[in-house]
C-alpha cells in the first residue's frame, strides 16, 4: 500500500489520543478556573481563617488584598475573622430578602468599606480593615465626614452583635463621631472599637442591655483620623420579617465567627 493511503490509519489514533488529552486538559483549567472564581461560599464555610489568604479561596477580602501593615489581622490567633453571609453572598443576600447592597460592606462598592472585621471575644474588641474609595468623596480628593459617620454606626452596631449572641439582635441608637483629620480618596486605615461597659436592667418584664462603645480610625503611623462614643442597645427587634434568616446565630470556628445563615 502507498504510505499516504497507511498515514491517516497511523494518524488517527495519535489524533484521538492527542485531542483526549487536550480535551481533559481545558477541561481541568475550566474547572479549576470555576473552582477559584471568588465568591465561594461552600468553601467559606469550611476553612480555618488561616486559609482564608486570598481571593483565590476565601472571602472577597484577604490577606494578600491587604497592605503589608494590616496583614498581621488575618493571622493573629486572637482574632476571629467574621464572615457574614449577606456581606459575602449577593445571590444569598437577594433570595433572603435584602433590597440592595449594604452602605459599608458590599464587595463591589466604591464609596467606604469595611472590607474585613475581626472580633476578639476575649477583649470585647472589633477591628476593622477600612477603604475609602472615589464614592465617598465631598472636598477635592478627600471624604465625606458621613463616610466615616457610617463607618462608626456600623461598628456601634455590629460590635453588640457579636458580643450579644446573634447577628442583628440590636440597634446603634447614638453615634457621636470626632472627625479629627481629613481622609483622602484612596485610603486604607485600620478602625478600631470596643466595648467600655453594658448596663442592663428590666424593660417591660425583659433585660434591655446599653452597651457603651468608643472607637478610632487610625493610619499606618498611628494619626487618629475619627473617634466615637457610641451606645448600642440590645435586644431590639428592628425587623419585621421573622423567618429563620432573623433567626440565625453565630458559629464559631477556627478562628472564624460565622453566621448560621451560611447553612440555611
Ligand atoms: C444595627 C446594624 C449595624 C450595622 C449598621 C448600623 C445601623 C444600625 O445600628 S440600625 C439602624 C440605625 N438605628 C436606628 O434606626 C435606630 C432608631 N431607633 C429606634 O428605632 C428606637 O429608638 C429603638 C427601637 C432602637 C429603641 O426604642 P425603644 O424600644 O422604645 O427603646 P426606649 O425605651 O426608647 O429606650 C431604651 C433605653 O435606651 C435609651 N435610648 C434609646 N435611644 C437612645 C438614644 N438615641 N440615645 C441615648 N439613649 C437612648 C433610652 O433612654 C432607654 O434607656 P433608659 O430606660 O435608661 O431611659
Redesign the pocket.
Known sequence: MHPCVRLPLVASPVAFATGIALGSFVTLLLTHKRLRRPPYPASLLRLRKAELTGSARGAYFNAEDAPEWLRGLFFDPALQRVLLREWEDAAWRRRAGWLGT???HNPEGNGVQVVAYFWDAAALTLTGVVKFGPAAESHRGLCHGGAMT?LM??????I??FSSGTP?C?????VNCKLMKPVRVGDVHKLVGRIDRQ?T?E?GGKP?T?VFISAELVGERGEVFASLEG???VP???STIDDAVSKRSWISSDGVLRDSGWLL
Do not use: N, P, Y
Request: with cysteine; aromatic share 6%.
Open positions: 449594604d452602605l459599608i457610617s454606626d456600623d461598628l456601634c452596631g455590629h453588640c452583635f442583628w440590636g440597634a446603634t441608637v447614638q448596663e436592667k424593660k434591655l446599653k451606645l448600642s442597645i431590639v427587634v428592628m
